[in-house]
C-alpha cells in the first residue's frame, strides 16, 4: 500500500472512529487517536521549547534537531499505523453484530441495500456502521455485543 493512501486512509478512519470510551478497551486505535490529537495540540509548543532550550543551554543543535524529528514523526506514525488498522478485516467475534445491524437499518431504510461479501469487511466499514447505529439505534440494541 503506498504511504500516502496509508496515510489519508489513517486520517480518515481518525475522522470515523467513534469516541466511546467503551470501545477503548476493545479497540486500541481510540487510545491511539487521543494520543494523536493530544499531540498535535502540545508537540508544537514542546518543539519550539526544545530549540529555546538548547539556545540557552548551549547543547548540540543536531541532538535538538533530531529530537524535534522524533517528536513530529510520531503522530504521523500513529496515523499511518491507523491507516494500515482501517484495512484490516473485521474480528470473527464481530461479525454477527456486523451482520445484524446492517439488516437492522436496512430495514429501517438508513442503509441502501447493498451485498458486502465477508471478506470485504474491515474496520473502518465496521466504525461508520457502528457511527450509524449510535445516531439511529437505541443503545440497549448498541452494547449489545459491547459488554
Known amino acids: 500500500m503506498n504511504v500516502i493512501k496509508l496515510f489519508k486512509t489513517g ?19 481510540i487510545k491511539i487517536i487521543f494520543y494523536i490529537k ?27 534537531i533530531i529530537t524535534a524529528i522524533f517528536a513530529i514523526s510520531l503522530p504521523i506514525q500513529g496515523i499511518l499505523w491507523l491507516g494500515k488498522r482501517a484495512s484490516s478485516p473485521l474480528p470473527l467475534n464481530l461479525l454477527p453484530w456486523y451482520i445484524e445491524t446492517q439488516q ?14 465477508k471478506e470485504t469487511i474491515d474496520l473502518m466499514h465496521f466504525m461508520q456502521l457502528y457511527k450509524l447505529s449510535a445516531m439511529y439505534l437505541d443503545d440497549d440494541y448498541q452494547n449489545k455485543y459491547h459488554n
Open 11 to 29: 486520517h480518515k478512519y481518525m475522522k470515523t472512529c467513534p469516541t466511546d470510551k467503551s470501545l477503548a478497551l476493545s479497540f486500541p486505535e
Open 104 to 117: 437492522k437499518l436496512i430495514q429501517l431504510g438508513i442503509l441502501a441495500k447493498k451485498s458486502v461479501e
Open 38 to 64: 493530544a499531540a498535535n495540540k502540545y508537540l508544537p509548543p514542546l518543539i519550539i521549547a526544545f530549540f529555546v532550550w538548547q539556545f540557552y543551554m548551549h547543547s548540540s543543535i543536531i541532538s535538538t
